[in-house]
């Protein structure tokens, strides 16, 4: 019926938030009860009755002021942008190496190094079967080895972050390197990436680790070996993305990564350490999923959270340790192998999301990352990704655009109030330790996977491609394997047993009773003795070796 | 087709893997092989030694059955677990994930796990475990661990089955050691207070004995002993605990009657079985209706006189020096076996008569004053039918046949391990009014 | 007849990431079948002992990672311990070509990410009863 324009109510007598409201019951055709990952509630819309800014000064402030919530420093990514740190690893040293300088010289400012899965659980490439070796990372067991991957990258000026387990045998590699070359080790700058050892108790499972106390002692050893001689290092990355690859909703991950920072901090006050000696080189590593707005809310709420949490529990009194300092990866677990492309799209949202929640460094995964060990076809469109969201998008030109957001505001409350109870459980039980050892944290997390994966199976979350929007599988979007030249990897498995036999048998021997007396006196300094041993020519398998037997493997609980 | 091939047993016995673990699945479902399975180990049933843990989810006690299984290793012994698990009320589902947690030892030649879950079992969950126990018993494993999950009714009836109980506990009970159910309170032959290394360890360990203490004197002595699993502490004395409880009062303790004349029984038909309950049929289920029904009446009078036989066997420096062992026994029956080695040859290389005299003469002793009071021997027959081989285990069952106020008349049958008759023995005994042990009470 | 399943979940190789194989685990314990459950970086052999002594009708690998390229290795193993009519199957992360590798060596079936819980436990329970029924009038 069409009714003339005259007779059309006037406007303003339906204006207001009641009329919207039964405007809305009226037009929406079926109500459905939204909420986010993290459980929080989402209505249609916010207005100045969820958040009027009455409490701006105290909560939301200023960038690089406390709390922090807008973002840790004054200029955040306008005046300097976000570290692309993207992750690589494969094969044979010299294959890393090459690939290496080719993604320096396209502009990365950072290296990062990933071992081959074989590293991660504390072996030596002779000591696994040959099929899985270099697929996923590089097989270096050798301060040669690691010599060799940084081949004609400056020690002094290049920032390197590496995945390296307890007791961190690539650290103590990268340190005999440096003073192979005559770069003092005061200028070493780079991360000890995922050592927050707690995650991976708890879920991913990849690193080799000591049993519990052990891997406790080591870590604290690491801190205060860092602090005293390579004190641009930051030796504590406490993880996120681990508890929430497995599942945990991202309020849990953060409080769960929160709650094991503050077991270790409270474990290096304990060794006699100053907070303000140690906080400023922790750092945090979540995931973004795609849930966009719970993730720029979580990531606006940690700041909040860590910030005052790390003055009043420790009174630090140097604000560079009350900033919570974070690297992001996209979230794979959101990436589908159906359909593989629009992992692309997916991998842009995420990204968005991290920039707009203020982290310090990104890794963008390349489309294929969930099917395998990415192509340099797809690593180059995660790296033009980043690009093109600072400089096409100009996404960093104002700095927390969202900040103010009758939304984002009152979802940041809500996030920060789901993180502070997923860290009183942890208090609860007496510290992240304890709770490991009980399984509370593993049971929250499997809880929270099988909610999800129900809600999957139910179609109540609806996964492009996979439970909807299926269409023929298009077998050529699905790259083979990226694997490492069989004849290149016998030869580098030659080349190690020639150098195993060439060494000094004694020496070895030596060094790594050495590493077991050091292990067994709670008064030396483990990674002290691992540099030690590292130095003297023992390789990454038997340093790791000699310490499981001397203090003990932490064994994965069978727990469903 | 319902009987098991000669082939599958000989198999089974030699400990072949995936014939035990085939035989676990028939018996575990009741498929049409279980009979035969059954019928077939009956005889070659009662030399493992059985041990029961139990205790409250959070005692450790996977922990500490791994610790066990390198102690049992380490003195030369091969062991079967069987881990019980409880399943999913709704779908009768099961997650068995124990077993891993007995990681370390698991996967030693020497160890057999099998983990069974409490899904609908015809008969009942006790009754399944007990035939998957006889089945690793008739493999060879000197020892059988039965682990339950905790302190519930059921746990009570599977501990039930082990000769030795050994009851788990973690630290920091204090108070609550009342809550404990008293029935695994009764039933625990040894207690553990593990995770010693907690606080609270010590006290738990005080509030036990304490408990114990209050018992009446003529209970049987349980040892409270504390470990820290985890760390290897403390296990060793547990294993020697157990195996001392075990040379007391003998293993294959939940064969009971029916069990024990099915095993001793000829093969000649038409041979008497023995007196008291035992029917004289030999029915196939014999073995396994021995689970449903020996529980026996009067229970406490049985257990009396079990424990009786075991502690007058204990007291015999000849049964010790011979090497012959208590293998069960109650009111006029007992049951006697002897694993024969070069010492007990003749010049013919063949057990020596004295030594199978012997053998059904301790069987005989201990069955005619089982229930208390001095029975001495007057008279004694033996029949030697085929000869005793080094190697085999040879078994003396005494039934008794007939009482009167001052006379007792036994039947003693000596059988090889495969059931073969060996010898015959029949005694008489006058029976006295001594108590054969003045401090305890008569039966 | 009614078919209890018994599954074994395992994972072989480096990987350790066992979201998936929990959440497989989970699922067939809810549909009734009886689950051997281990955690990640198990060895063949001790994969060998299990499956014999628990005498499971399917052997269940996940695999990320790369860690699919040895279990061709497992089934020989098996196949070796006279497990011959455990059925293998992997789930997770394979890619095309090795799918085909898999399934000549004797892989049975190959899952991939997004299948639904409800297609894994409905195969398996058609496999055993084939096994089962085979078995019985061998």
């Known amino acids: 019926m069409n009714k003339p324009i005259d007779d059309a109510p006037p406007l303003l007598a339906t204006a207001g938030e009641e009329p919207w409201r039964e405007d809305y019951a009226r037009e929406i055709r079926a109500e459905k009860a939204v909420r986010n990952r993290s459980g929080v509630a989402i209505k249609p819309l916010y207005t100045p009755r969820d958040w009027n800014g009455e409490r701006f000064a105290e909560d939301i402030g200023y960038p690089g002021q406390p709390p922090y919530t807008r973002g840790i420093y004054a200029t955040m990514h306008r005046g300097r942008t976000w570290t692309q740190r993207q992750l690589i690893g494969l094969s044979t040293p010299a294959d890393y190496n090459a690939r290496l300088l080719a993604i320096i010289a396209q502009g990365a400012t950072a290296v990062s190094l990933i071992p081959c899965n074989s590293v991660y659980r504390g072996y030596d490439m002779d000591e696994v079967d040959f099929e899985v070796l270099g697929t996923c990372g590089v097989v270096l ?85 860092c602090q005293r001689h390579v004190p641009q290092w930051n030796p504590m990355s406490v993880v996120g993305q681990h508890m929430q690859q497995a599942g945990a909703t991202p309020a849990e991950a953060m409080g769960f990564a929160f709650a094991s920072a503050l077991q270790y901090a409270d474990d290096c006050v304990a060794q006699g350490m100053a907070p303000d000696a140690f906080l400023p080189r922790f750092t945090f590593f979540f995931d973004i999923s795609l849930s966009f707005f719970e993730e720029i809310a979580r990531f606006r709420a940690g700041r909040r959270i860590w910030a005052r949490v790390v003055r009043d529990r420790y009174g630090a009194k140097d604000p560079r340790s009350w900033r919570m300092k974070f690297h992001a990866q996209t979230s794979g677990v959101d990436l589908t192998r159906a359909q593989p492309y629009n992992n692309i799209s997916r991998v842009t949202v995420q990204a968005i999301a991290g920039v707009l929640g203020g982290l310090q460094s990104l890794h963008t995964d390349a489309y294929d990352e969930a099917l395998s060990c990415p192509t340099e076809f797809g690593a180059r469109i995660a790296v033009a990704t980043q690009n093109i969201l600072r400089e096409e998008a100009h996404l960093t030109d104002v700095i927390d655009p969202l900040g103010g957001s009758f939304y984002v505001e009152t979802l940041t409350d809500e996030m920060e109030t789901r993180i502070l109870s997923a860290m009183q459980l942890v208090a609860d039980a007496g510290g992240m330790c304890e709770a490991v050892a009980a399984n509370l944290v593993q049971r929250r997390i499997g809880e929270s996977a099988r909610r999800f994966q129900q809600a999957i199976e139910s179609g109540e979350q609806t996964v492009v491609g996979v439970n909807a929007y299926q269409t023929e599988e298009d077998r050529s979007a699905r790259p083979a394997l990226a694997r490492p030249d069989p004849q290149r990897m016998r030869s580098h498995l030659a080349a190690f047993a020639v150098h195993k036999a060439s060494r000094s048998a004694a020496t070895v021997t030596a060094a790594r009773d050495a590493l077991a007396r050091a292990a067994n006196d709670a008064r030396t300094n483990v990674f002290e003795a691992v540099i030690a041993a590292a130095e003297a020519g023992c390789t990454h398998g038997e340093i790791c070796t000699t310490l499981r037997r001397e203090m003990g493997f932490g064994h994965v609980q069978a727990l469903v | 087709m319902n009987a098991i091939s000669e082939h599958a047993l000989d198999a089974l016995r030699a400990g072949d893997r995936r014939a035990i673990a085939r035989a ?112 690793l018993d008739a493999a060879g494993f000197d020892a059988v661990i039965v682990e339950t999950v905790g302190a519930g009714q059921s746990d009570v009836e599977i501990t039930d089955l082990a000769d030795t109980r050994i009851v788990v506990c973690p630290p920091g009970l204090g108070d609550e050691v009342q809550a404990i159910k008293a029935g695994i309170m009764e039933i625990a032959d040894v207690f553990v207070v593990n995770k010693a290394e907690l606080a609270g360890a010590d006290a738990t360990v005080r509030d036990l004995s304490e408990m114990l203490r209050l018992r009446p004197r003529t209970a049987k002595v349980v040892p409270v002993l504390r470990t820290s699993a985890a760390r290897g502490q403390g296990v060793a004395a547990v294993v020697d605990a157990a195996l001392a409880h075990a040379a007391a009062v003998g293993h294959g303790r939940r064969l009971g009657a029916l069990a024990e004349a099915a095993r001793a029984a000829p093969r000649a038909p038409g041979a008497p079985m023995g007196g008291g309950s035992v029917s004289g049929q030999r029915s196939p289920h014999a073995a396994t209706h021995a689970h449903i029904h020996s529980a026996p009446r009067s229970a406490e009078r049985e257990t009396e006189a079990a424990e009786r036989i075991a502690r007058l066997a204990a007291r015999d420096p000849f049964v010790a020096g011979l090497g012959l062992r208590v293998a069960s026994g109650r009111a006029g029956h007992a049951a006697v076996t002897l694993a024969l080695t070069d010492a007990h040859l003749n010049f013919n290389g063949t057990c020596h008569g004295g030594v199978i005299f012997a053998l059904a003469d301790t069987a005989f002793g201990l069955a005619s004053n089982s229930r208390g009071l001095v029975a001495a021997g007057i008279d004694a027959h033996i029949a030697y039918h085929v ?57 | ?110 899952f991939h990410p997004g299948t639904p819980l409800d297609e894994i436990s409905a195969y398996i329970r058609e496999v055993t009863e084939k096994i089962r029924t085979a078995r019985v009038s061998a």
Not at chain 2, 81 to 88: G, I, L, M, T
Not at chain 3, 92 to 100: K, L, S, W, Y
Request: hydrophobic share 45%; aromatic share 4%.
């Open chain 1, 141 to 225: 067991n050798t301060v040669d080895h690691f010599d060799t991957c940084l081949d004609g990258v400056d020690l002094a000026r290049m920032s390197c972050s590496l995945n390296d387990p307890s007791p961190f045998t690539l650290l103590a590699f990268l340190l005999a390197t440096a003073k192979r070359r005559g770069v003092p080790w005061n200028s070493i700058r780079g991360t000890s990436n995922q050592s927050d050892y707690l995650s991976h108790y708890v879920a991913n499972h990849m690193f080799f680790r000591l049993a519990l106390p052990a891997a406790r002692r080591i870590l604290v050893d690491h801190i205060a070996f």
């Open chain 2, 24 to 135: 676990i699945s028939a018996v575990e479902n009741d498929d049409p092989r279980a009979g035969g399975i059954a019928r077939a180990i009956a005889p070659h049933l009662g030399r493992a030694h059985v041990i029961g843990i139990t205790g409250a989810p959070g005692a450790g006690k996977s922990t500490l059955i791994n610790a066990l299984l390198g102690e049992l290793i380490a003195r030369g012994q091969r062991v079967s677990v069987v881990a019980v698990d409880p399943s999913s009320p709704i779908s009768g589902g099961a997650v068995l994930g124990d077993r891993i947690r007995m990681g370390e030892y698991g996967a030693h030649d020497n160890v057999f796990i099998r983990s069974v879950s409490s899904r609908g079992h015809p008969g009942g969950l006790s009754r399944t475990t007990g035939r998957i126990v006889d089945v």
């Open chain 2, 387 to 443: 000869p005793g081989m080094l190697g085999d285990t040879l078994t003396a069952t005494a039934v008794e046949v007939s009482r009167t106020r001052k006379l007792a008349a036994y039947r003693v049958d000596v059988a090889g391990a495969d059931g073969t008759p060996v010898a015959s023995f029949t005694g008489t005994v006058y029976l006295t009014a001594r108590p054969n042990e003045p401090d305890a009470p008569a039966a």
């Open chain 3, 1 to 110: 007849m009614d078919i209890r399943p018994k599954v074994l979940i395992t994972k072989i190789g480096l990987d350790g990431h066992d979201r998936g194989s929990r959440l497989v685990a989970a699922h067939l314990r809810d549909t009734g079948m009886e689950v051997i459950y281990t955690p990640p970086w198990q060895e063949i052999p001790t994969v060998v002992k299990l499956a014999i002594e628990e005498d499971v009708d399917v052997v269940g690998v996940s695999s990320l990672a790369t860690d699919h390229l040895i279990v061709p290795k497992l089934v020989a193993a098996l196949r070796e311990a006279g497990l011959n009519e455990v059925a293998v199957i992997v789930g997770g992360i394979v890619p095309d070509a090795d799918e085909d590798i898999l399934l000549e060596a004797g892989v049975a079936r190959v």
